[in-house]
């Protein structure tokens, strides 16, 4: 059964960092072929896509109220994916969920909670 378990959200002052993990199991193909994304919901919002990166890590991309302060990554060996965030402002805040995908197959994590304090 395919799991995707995020971890490392928290309360965090404006300006701080805090890094995001994804954690990936029971992946039917090898998790290397699997797009891995970072969403995020806000109270009242809708889900809106944070950072994504290819299977193989070869290419990334970004929201634009994100760019140049977060930081998508993968290591194919472990099954992880990361979302280092440095810069953080209270806008940040949100449910940050983990998504793999390939094809028309996705699946999505539980979220993990990530709150800025201004």
């Known amino acids: 059964q395919v799991q995707l378990v995020e971890s490392g959200g928290g309360l965090v002052q404006a300006g701080g960092s805090l890094r995001l993990s994804c954690a990936a199991s029971?992946?039917?193909?090898?998790?290397?072929?699997?797009?891995t994304s970072w969403y995020r919901q806000a109270p009242g919002k809708e889900r809106e896509l944070v950072a994504g990166i290819t299977s193989f890590g070869s290419s990334t991309n970004y929201a634009d109220s994100v760019k140049g302060r977060f930081t998508i990554s993968r290591d194919n060996a472990k099954h992880m994916v990361y979302l280092q965030m440095n810069s953080l402002k209270p806008e940040d805040t949100a449910i940050y969920y983990c998504n793999s995908k390939r094809g028309a197959r996705g699946y999505w994590g539980q979220g993990t909670q990530v709150t800025v304090s201004s």
């Open positions: 029971g992946f039917t193909f090898s998790f290397s072929s699997y797009a």
